[in-house]
């Protein structure tokens, strides 16, 4: 599995808690696209952290209220947003 496709996963401070850390491109549609992925499943994160360095965009985004299946299932799409560098 490579680090693209692999889950965005996290730090869990409790078992309903993730944060999924990922680098991208300096893009304008990478942080939408993102948070649409949450929008989507009538998710509002908890946190949202994004810092652009040039041409890298680093975003943290953490969540509550996620079953073990579904955190799973959005790192995965997170890790196939066009333009994500590398998901951990």
Request: hydrophobic share 45%.
């Amino acid at each position: 599995m490579s680090a693209r496709s692999s889950a965005v996963l996290a730090l869990k401070r409790n078992p309903s808690t993730v944060r999924y850390c990922f680098d991208a491109d300096a893009e304008p549609g990478v942080l939408p696209r993102a948070l649409e992925l949450l929008a989507k499943r009538g998710l509002v994160p908890a946190r949202v952290f994004a810092q652009a360095d040039a041409d890298l965009l680093s975003v943290e985004i953490e969540v509550e209220g996620l079953a073990g299946d579904t955190a799973e299932h959005v790192g995965r799409c997170l890790g196939e947003i066009v333009g994500v560098r590398q998901t951990f």
